[in-house]
Every structure is written in structure tokens, then in C-alpha cells.
């Protein structure tokens, strides 16, 4: 799922703000003049750079993601070793560090965030696939070149999943929440808008990726080389124009820097008190993190990410070796992805109607039912490999409309209720959990590495999803008391109880009245 991290861009129509936006020409007009800057900037201008911005920067983390792994199949063929280990690590260097990658996002120039992580990401892909190229020219070569290269790309992964979770936290987190301003309806549509792009980008990136890696191996990096250095121009300008556009982007934030910033003893100071006040930073933020209002929504959000039931690399291994062929899981992906396209337009509306709590309840309480399900044809026909896998597939793909539906409605709480100063700490130890269940997936497969012991980590991820609803459940119940709204007279039986004495009373006397 991760979902993973946490845990995962658009077609033709992805610069056009959604329909939403124009709740009638003289709102908008209205809505636009109060955030117009020079009087020639609206909301529809700055979204369509920001979509742009971010689809770019989506479709490239999702070519390279997904090729990597294609990449090290090729050049270390017969082994999950490789792919395992790089994986592994690179979740595990999000744990240790997005704290500070979240303080940084949280002292620093929103400007100079997003555009360092731009940067970042740009330097780092292309140099891993220069990397990535010769080791595939180099089969021949003697091991332990072979892994010092291998070493050198697990550290450029680490360096690049920072910077998009830079990118990914100070995007949705921030900037859309403050270009959004207090209008709700344009914040949900913004955040829909912005998944789309995620999923699109999910479906049509690692698709790209593997017809060009079913070519050659150095085609698709050659390919993933220049789509990356192609954007980064793109990338870098739109979003400054998105900043310098909305004059509440350029507003420095309240939070105050670890160390002061023309403190002349600064140059002094000791490394191991700078580590220090980092790790009290980090404690600091976690010890936010759990006290806040929006811990269990967004730890429930987070448990999602124990999950081998997605379409990845541990679930399409799975069904291959089931007896499904290439082409069949391509379509079980492509209607997956479809459906968690079609949460994107329904869970604003089901948001607009109840409320963001109650529908991440309702969309919880799909994914499990339809989990649930698929895992119990997949127990119950467990000697018909087809069978049972077909109701798993069945099942999963119904579930991802949960999924994200349950993603949005935890978005928009946490949007919502973390304190603007707060939000880079908060988001990046909330993508540390994501890792942390992430890397239990992992750890899964690699241990129980046998399709025929695929149900044991399918059966952990559907108990993990429970836990998640029950948790969630929990955060509903504290939150408005009840989890469902009974009748009158099933919420309150001294009601129901003299309702049906006025009756039995009412009906006497009528029947006196009658003379019966």
C-alpha cells in the first residue's frame, strides 16, 4: 500500500483545476480577487503550475521506484537479495532522519525547500542511473566491484527518498493548505486533484518503465536518465511561480530555528551538541506526534502500510507463480488503479456530505469488508491456485477504493488540525511509521520468500487493516461520542417507551369515542 510508504500521474487534463473550484462565476471572482497578487494571479493559474510541478516530480519518483527494481532483477538475476536490501535500507534512513528532514522543511523558505528537493532528487537519479548503467555493462566483473557499486546505490536511494518525502510534505502538507486559504470545499478538491496525479502517475509510470525495461535493461535507464533531467527545468520554474504568485507562500513561519542563525558562536559549537540538539528535536517531535488530537487517525493511516496486498513487486511474484501470465496481472493492476482513481472523485463528495470523520469510517469499513472477504475464498479454495488467488485479487481491488478514500479523509484531518508550525515535524514522524510497517512488509516476504507461504504475510496484512479500522474506530468514538446515528427511539428507550404508551392511550380512546 502502502500505503507507505506509505504507502502509492495525470492525463491531458491534469493542469485544469477540478469542477469544483467554480461554485459560480462571482465566488470565484470573489475567492480569486482575495488571493490575487499585482491583480493578475487566480487560484485556477496557481493550481494548474502546481499540478503541473507535482506530476512531474510524481512520475519521476514512480519511473524510478519501480525501475529500480526492475533494474536489479536484471543485472542480479535468480535472488531477491539485492532488491530486499536496498529496499530495506532505504526505509530504514527515513526513519532515522525524516525528523530532521521535517525540522528542516519547518525552519526553513518554503521556496528553498521544494526547490532544494528538486534538486536533490534530480542529482541523485541520474547519477544512480549512471550507476545503474554500468553495472549492467559490467556482468562480468568481479564481485566486489559489483557490490561497492550496489553500495553506492543504496545510498543515493536513501538521499533520494528523502528528498521526495521534502518534496511530498512540504507540497500537500503546506502548500496546498495555504493556497487552499479557508475554503474547505477548494482545499478536498486540491488534495483529489493532487492524488489523481498520484495514481496516474502509478499506473502509467511503472508501465512505461517495464515496455522499455522489456526491450533492453539500458534502453529503460537511458529512457528514466533523460525523462529525469528533461523536468527538472520545468519543475524548478513552476513552482516558483506558484510561490511568487501567492503572496501567503512568502509569509515566514512562526517556528524558530534549532540553532540561531547570527548566534557568532555558532562556528564554535561542538558536533556532538549540534547531534544533541537534533535527537532532543526529534524527541521533541515525536513526543508532538503522540499527544496529538490526530495521533490515531493518522497512525491508522499508517498501520495501512503493513500490507502485501497491493499490486508491487511481492503480490505480482505471488500471481505469477499462481499461473496467471504477464498480460493478466497488467489488467488486474490496471483496474486496481482505476478504482483508486474513482476514490479520488467519490470521497469528496461522500467528505462534502458527512463530514471527513465519518466517511474515513466508512471507507475503513469497506477495505476491511472487502479484505476480509477476499481472504476468506482465498483460505476456503487454497487447493485451487487460481481460485483462491482470483478472490484475493478480487477482493483487493474492491478494497483500494477504501483505501484512498480512507487516505483523503486522514489528509484532510490532519490538514486540518496540525498547527501550521508543526506541520513539517508532525507529517515526517507520521512517514517515519509509514516506513516502519513498510519495512515489516518486507521483512514479511523475505522471511516467508515461498508463494506457497504467501497467505501467512496476506493474513498479517488483513489483520494489520483490522487493527487500523479498530483504531480509527476508536478516534471516531472519542471524537464525536457515538459511532453510529440510531433512531430516537433505539438512542434514548425511555422515549421509545412512552412513545408507545401515548399510543396504547391514543387508541383507547378512540375506541371510546367510537363507542366500542
Known amino acids: 500500500m502502502a500505503p507507505t510508504t506509505t504507502g502509492l500521474s495525470n492525463e491531458s487534463d491534469i493542469t485544469t483545476p477540478l469542477l469544483s473550484f467554480r461554485q459560480g462565476r462571482s465566488a470565484d471572482h470573489n475567492h480569486n480577487q482575495n488571493h490575487s497578487h499585482n491583480g493578475d494571479?487566480?487560484?485556477?493559474?496557481?493550481?494548474?503550475?502546481?499540478?503541473?510541478?507535482?506530476?512531474?516530480?510524481?512520475?519521476?519518483?514512480?519511473?524510478?521506484?519501480?525501475?529500480?527494481?526492475?533494474?536489479?532483477?536484471?543485472?542480479f538475476p535468480g535472488t531477491l537479495m539485492p532488491m530486499s536490501v536496498y529496499a530495506v535500507v532505504r526505509g530504514a534512513s527515513v526513519i532515522l532522519l525524516s525528523s530532521l528532514v521535517g525540522q528542516h522543511i519547518d525552519r526553513e523558505d518554503?521556496?528553498?525547500?521544494?526547490?532544494?528537493?528538486?534538486?536533490?532528487?534530480?542529482?541523485?537519479?541520474?547519477?544512480?542511473?549512471?550507476?545503474?548503467?554500468?553495472?549492467?555493462?559490467l556482468s562480468d566483473a568481479i564481485p566486489g566491484l559489483r557490490n561497492a557499486i550496489l553500495a553506492l546505490l543504496v545510498f543515493m536511494a536513501c538521499i533520494e527518498k528523502l528528498a521526495s518525502i521534502m518534496n511530498l510534505v512540504s507540497v500537500e502538507r503546506d502548500w496546498v493548505v495555504v493556497i487552499a486559504g479557508n475554503d474547505t470545499t477548494t482545499l478536498r478538491s486540491i488534495n483529489s486533484q493532487m492524488r489523481r496525479i498520484d495514481l496516474v502517475c502509478k499506473l502509467f509510470g511503472p508501465f512505461l518503465i517495464g515496455v522499455l525495461d522489456g526491450i533492453s535493461t539500458e534502453t529503460a535507464i537511458l529512457v528514466n536518465l533523460a525523462m529525469n533531467c528533461i523536468s527538472v527545468v520545468i519543475e524548478y520554474?513552476?513552482?516558483?511561480?506558484v510561490y511568487h504568485q501567492v503572496p501567503e507562500l512568502q509569509r515566514p513561519k512562526t517556528t524558530r530555528s534549532l540553532t540561531p542563525e547570527h548566534n557568532p558562536e555558532r562556528a564554535q559549537v561542538k558536533r556532538w551538541t549540534l547531534i544533541m540538539r537534533a535527537v532532543k528535536k526529534s524527541g521533541k517531535d515525536l513526543a508532538l506526534y503522540l499527544r496529538h488530537p490526530a495521533l490515531m487517525a493518522s497512525l491508522a493511516c499508517a498501520l495501512l502500510y503493513l500490507t502485501v496486498l497491493t499490486f508491487s513487486g511481492q503480490m505480482v511474484t505471488y500471481l505469477l507463480a499462481a499461473g496467471y501470465t504477464p498480460l493478466q496481472v497488467a489488467a488486474t493492476r490496471t483496474v486496481?488503479?482505476?478504482?483508486?482513481?474513482?476514490?479520488?472523485?467519490?470521497?469528496p463528495w461522500l467528505i462534502g456530505r458527512i463530514g471527513p470523520v465519518r466517511a474515513g469510517l466508512w471507507f475503513s469499513s469497506w477495505q476491511v469488508i472487502c479484505l476480509t472477504v477476499g481472504m476468506y475464498i482465498f483460505w476456503k479454495g487454497e487447493d485451487e491456485g487460481l481460485v483462491s488467488a482470483l478472490g484475493l485479487v478480487c477482493g483487493?481491488?474492491?478494497?483500494?477504493?477504501?483505501?484512498?478514500?480512507?487516505?483523503?479523509?486522514?489528509?484532510?484531518?490532519?490538514?486540518?488540525?496540525?498547527?501550521?508550525?508543526?506541520r513539517g515535524a508532525f507529517s515526517a514522524v507520521e512517514a517515519s511509521f509509514q516506513n516502519v510497517f513498510e519495512m515489516c512488509?518486507?521483512?514479511?516476504?523475505?522471511?516467508?520468500?515461498?508463494?506457497?507461504?504467501?497467505?501467512?504475510?496476506?493474513?498479517?496484512s488483513v489483520g494489520a487493516t483490522l487493527c487500523a479500522w479498530a483504531l480509527y474506530t476508536r478516534f471516531v468514538r472519542k471524537r464525536?461520542?457515538?459511532?453510529?446515528?440510531?433512531?430516537?427511539?433505539?438512542?434514548?428507550p425511555e422515549k421509545r417507551q412512552r412513545s408507545t404508551e401515548d399510543l396504547l392511550q391514543e387508541g383507547i380512546a378512540r375506541r371510546l369515542r367510537q363507542g366500542l
Open 237 to 241: 520554474f513552476s513552482i516558483a511561480k
Open 480 to 492: 464525536r461520542g457515538h459511532l453510529i446515528h440510531w433512531p430516537a427511539c433505539i438512542s434514548h
Open 110 to 137: 518554503r521556496l528553498k525547500v521544494v526547490r532544494l528537493s528538486i534538486v536533490l532528487q534530480r542529482l541523485v537519479v541520474a547519477a544512480s542511473c549512471g550507476l545503474f548503467f554500468t553495472l549492467a555493462k
Open 396 to 422: 483487493t481491488i474492491l478494497s483500494r477504493l477504501g483505501l484512498w478514500g480512507f487516505d483523503l479523509s486522514t489528509q484532510l484531518i490532519v490538514q486540518d488540525e496540525v498547527e501550521e508550525e508543526s
Open 441 to 460: 512488509s518486507y521483512t514479511m516476504t523475505v522471511v516467508l520468500s515461498s508463494p506457497d507461504q504467501f497467505r501467512w504475510p496476506a493474513t498479517i
Open 336 to 347: 486496481s488503479v482505476t478504482f483508486e482513481v474513482l476514490a479520488t472523485w467519490l470521497a
Open 41 to 75: 494571479w487566480t487560484l485556477s493559474s496557481s493550481t494548474r503550475r502546481l499540478y503541473i510541478s507535482h506530476f512531474l516530480s510524481t512520475c519521476n519518483s514512480r519511473v524510478f521506484e519501480f525501475g529500480s527494481v526492475l533494474y536489479l532483477a536484471s543485472i
